[in-house]
């Protein structure tokens, strides 16, 4: 069996929706008891991290960037280091809005990379505060094209693909991260499956990793017309790749969710029943080794 310790690994910061967890004017619950318990809820990101080498690249610039940076400092790293690049998926507030803490109110920091699509370039260049931060030099914004690979990280490759989303400021994009050893996927937001001009059961198969948006369970959780806020529905996210292998299923990590979706709570019975049909439910501080 091939040794992976010492290869690069995705690292998970965060599997909230935009808002977070304690979501504000929260009654649930579950929010009210988890105001004391914020770290364990941070939105949505993820790192892919060469320990050894002491780098790593981050996906999303979320509002809890100060707390998974220091968590990646705790942790991983033992000091507070920058990351190569931040990759950002789109303009709605959970994915691009850390950004600010690089600027001159808070980090002030230098020339460090951001990679985006030209929508959402143009969308940091002309709006306040963001234009500022390249004005100021705080963030360097490099343009990708969707199918057109990046490499900041030895052994890792990076990939936009587009994804259909509400793209009301930018494109929506996932992404493809490849390692020496494995590959993964990372879509933490889309309208439905079936609008995508792709086949997730095909890609279940294809990919070791699919960290996937599961913001709601059912379309019952939350009281708003659910059609404008489309996501995959996570029942029927489990209904169509029920047919998978015990393997296949076990390669599909639930990512950004809601909260109002038990799924977030690992103790409570909706999660042991992902569980127990072979998912997963991505958790911070997990590993997944490339």
Partial sequence: MPIYTQSEYIYVLGNTQ??????????HQFCLDNFNMY?????????????EKKKYILFEATPDIT???NYLKDNIFQEFLLPEAIYITHAHIGHYTGLMYFGREALGSKNLLVKVLPKMSNFLKTNGPWSQLVTLNNIQIQNTKFDVSNSELNNIEVTPIKVPHRDEY???????IIGKNKKALFIPDIDKWEKWDKNLIDLVKDFDYLLLDATFYDSNEINRDIS???HPIVSETINLLNSLSKKNKSKVYFIHMNHTNHMLNPNSDLSKSIINKGFNIARLGQKLYL
């Fill in 228 to 230: 404008e806020i489309p």
């Fill in 39 to 51: 770290e364990e809820y941070y939105v949505t990101s993820i790192a892919v991290v060469n320990q």
């Fill in 67 to 69: 707390y998974q940076l």
């Fill in 170 to 176: 930018s494109e929506t994009a996932g992404y493809i």
């Fill in 18 to 27: 935009d808002a977070g967890m304690p979501h504000i004017g929260c009654k």
